[in-house]
């Protein structure tokens, strides 16, 4: 036994190491492509940060000052060397280090999008498993009618039906920022506010932060928990005609035990990889639900960054948005090949 | 024997399956009973209701799709279509268990094959439920000696796709004895194995049922395993049961077209190469064919034979039945066969 765990440690050692040499090139990539394109795109970043009145010398300085005035391939290895010891540039909308800016709003979308994350995936699975079990019944044609809804429609329209009745008119809860005013900030650990209240002790800040999340979060969890709940419920119906089903069920296992374990890890596995899919593009997604709920968060930010021309901003957080989700690319690999032997010893056998 | 009362008695099933587009009137009132001890074969071409039947008794059909309109499924005595879900559960594993028809399928690849084994295990009976986990380990590793598996500590933390085909059909068979069953079921065991392995699994499966007393259906294509295995034979035809005999007698004296067919069609190496076996092949379930469901492939097919379902008729005695128009009284027949002339 202990062999075997050494050997699967070591297995497990190696796949994060090659994954994360990967992603250098990966990023390395991404970084050339953003810097490119940011910089192709028409208007001058200079004048459109001085404004229009701004006399032609002082833009000019500008322009100097970031480089502008060389070719891009010289612009790129400015930028490369800085970034390299972890200087992204200023913005020019903020006037303040990129990285700051992003240390301020990661952690705002970081928490919305895990908090989307968790109903998608609680709710998905819940309403995927249903549906299988009570398939072609009306309770099926109920979850199909609704996932089809969730799937077809944006979040910001969402964002914005629950804006308008949970917020305005019953006014259940609140709709604004992150915290109410006069709610102190509990101490940043890591910067979601939830967490860091639960982690000080604060309850009363947790429950409000909570509050301040639940309408963004499910506004925009609601279009992937709708995917994950057809994708769940298409394999699990899927799986439910499989001999080895039947014959777990033959020999005396209880259809309890055969659904919640028997069928249902199987049955997992395509969800937990669109899954993936679904949390990344939610980070982008969350640009109107940020914006209408007023929520301090990244996408807001790179957005504004983009209509302004704001290179250095927009390559932070694109590069940023780069690393998120290889990240969850990894976790995802991990977690798949946990729940799928096949694919873990086929790996391994490569190897 | 016939004295006794079966263990499993089936009585004028039908099962149907609605689908797209119409209803798949596979089982045909069927009845069919194992007394205990009795090792009885079922055989028939694919796709003619062997498994169908099988699946049903354990009540684990999908359904839907499927529905049984018609019929009684009594084990020892317990009508099994009306059973609650407390009783079913008893009667599934310790009453009867099944060995299905692919190992590669009939085990689920996610888990290792002690975690599906010790799970079987477990949910066997209320005592083995308050066993501890070592003492289910320490069973399951009895169970895969008893299918002759050597190394069942490793076994045991495998996964399916890491044993041989025949590995993972023994581990079937082992999975299916571990919960002691009075009725053991076995859907073509082997079927999926080349010749030498399945020949293995096949002596095997048969010392351990001997020395265990079982009653078995065993569920085969191949009729020289049902000639060396069985103490009485059912044929089975596009969801009908068209003959009953003793082993012996079914062999000897084959009645029902189809059987003699059946029989034609294996191939013998004293005899004159490969038989044509029956021309045609089973019949559309969305429409099968009115009166004998046989009669489309039927050399001694007669007009009768396509207006009426044929009833049960008694060859020489009880124990060899056949349904089939051509052992009615033989004035009758008589007439059958005018009729055709008239025609």
Redesign the interface.
């Known amino acids: 036994m202990r062999l075997?765990s050494l050997d699967s440690l070591y297995r497990f050692v190696t796949f994060i190491t090659q994954r994360l040499f990967q992603s250098i090139f990966v990023l390395f990539g991404l970084s050339i492509l953003i810097f490119t394109i940011a910089r192709v795109l028409p208007g001058d970043p200079a004048r459109t940060a001085l404004g229009a009145r701004a006399p032609q010398e002082v833009v000019d300085r500008l322009r100097a000052e970031m480089h502008l005035d060389e070719p891009i391939t010289v612009q790129y290895t400015f930028w490369l060397t800085d970034a390299l010891r972890g200087d992204f540039g200023d913005s020019l909308v903020t006037r303040r280090a990129v990285t700051t800016d992003i240390a301020e709003f990661l952690p705002a979308s970081l928490e919305l999008v895990l908090f989307a994350g968790i109903i998608t995936a609680v709710g998905g699975v819940v309403l995927g498993t249903i549906s299988a079990q009570h398939?072609?019944t009306w309770i099926d044609n109920v979850i199909r009618i609704l996932s089809y809804a969730g799937v077809v429609t944006p979040a910001f329209i969402f964002a914005i039906i629950f804006l308008l009745i949970f917020g305005l008119a019953l006014d259940w809860l609140p709709s604004i920022g992150r915290l109410s005013e006069g709610i102190p900030k509990p101490p940043v650990v890591t910067g979601l506010i939830t967490v860091d209240a639960l982690l000080a002790g604060q309850f009363g800040t947790f429950w409000d932060a909570f509050q301040h999340l639940i309408l963004p979060g499910v506004a925009l969890s609601l279009g992937s928990l709708a995917q994950e709940a057809r994708i769940t419920r298409s394999t699990m119906a899927d799986n439910?005609?499989?001999?080895?089903i039947?014959?777990?069920?033959?020999?005396?296992?209880?259809?309890r035990?055969v659904m919640t374990?028997?069928l249902l890890?199987?049955s997992l596995?395509p969800t937990v990889s669109i899954f993936a899919l679904d949390f990344a593009a939610n980070l982008a997604n969350a640009f109107l639900v940020e914006l209408i709920f007023n929520w301090p968060g990244l996408s807001r930010y790179g957005v504004n960054a983009m209509l302004r021309k704001d290179l250095n901003a927009i390559t932070a957080v694109i590069l940023i948005l780069g690393v998120i989700f290889i990240l969850v690319n990894i976790v995802v690999d991990l977690v798949v090949s946990a729940?799928?032997?096949?694919i873990r010893?086929r790996t391994a056998r490569s190897d | 024997m016939s004295a006794q009362t079966p263990i499993l008695d089936i009585k004028n099933l039908s099962v149907h399956f609605r689908v797209y587009g119409g209803v798949l009137k596979v089982l045909d009132g069927i009845d069919f009973h194992v007394f205990p001890g009795e090792k009885v074969g079922l055989v028939g071409e694919t796709g003619c209701g062997k498994t169908t039947t099988m699946?049903a008794i354990?009540r684990?059909l999908?359904t839907?799709p499927a529905v049984i309109p018609n019929g009684e499924i009594l084990f020892k005595g317990q009508n099994v279509l009306k059973m609650s879900?407390r009783k079913l559960?008893?009667m599934?594993?310790?009453g009867?268990?099944?060995i299905?028809?692919?190992p590669t399928?009939?085990?689920?690849?996610?888990?290792?094959i002690g975690q599906?084994l010790e799970?079987?295990i477990r949910?066997?009976s209320p005592q083995n439920h308050r066993l501890s986990r070592s003492a289910i380990e320490q069973r399951a590793r009895l169970a895969l000696r008893e299918v002759a598996l050597a190394d069942p500590d490793r076994l045991l933390?495998s996964?399916p796709?890491?044993l041989s085909g025949g590995m993972r059909q023994r581990v079937?068979i082992g999975?299916?004895l571990s919960?002691d069953p009075e009725l053991l079921i076995a859907d073509e065991p082997g079927t999926a194995l080349d010749v030498t392995i399945q020949d293995q699994v096949l002596r095997l499966l048969q010392r351990l049922v001997d020395e265990k007393q079982k009653s078995v259906i065993l569920i085969t294509h191949t009729l020289g395993i049902v000639r060396q295995t069985t103490d009485r034979v059912y044929v089975m035809y596009a969801g009908n049961m068209v003959e009953v005999a003793p082993t012996k007698r079914l062999f000897a004296k084959p009645a029902h077209p189809y059987t003699q067919g059946l029989m034609a069609a294996v191939p013998r190496l004293s005899g004159g190469g490969i038989s044509e076996g029956i021309p045609g092949r089973i019949p559309s379930y969305m429409n099968p064919p009115v009166g004998c469901r046989f009669h489309t492939r039927c050399p001694y097919a007669m007009p009768v034979c396509e207006r009426l379902k044929p009833p049960v008729f008694t060859v020489d005695d009880e124990a060899h039945q056949v349904a089939c128009f051509l052992y009615d009284a033989p004035d009758k027949v008589q007439a059958y066969k005018q009729e055709q002339v008239a025609v």
Do not use: W
């Open positions: 075997v398939k072609d439910l005609s499989k001999d080895y039947a014959a777990e069920r033959a020999l005396g296992i209880p259809d035990v374990r028997f890890k199987p596995i729940l799928d032997p096949r010893l | 699946k354990l684990v999908p839907p879900e559960l008893d599934r594993g310790q009867i268990s099944m299905f028809q692919d399928s009939a085990l689920n690849p996610v888990f290792t599906q799970a079987v949910h066997a933390n996964y796709i890491q079937c999975m299916a919960t």
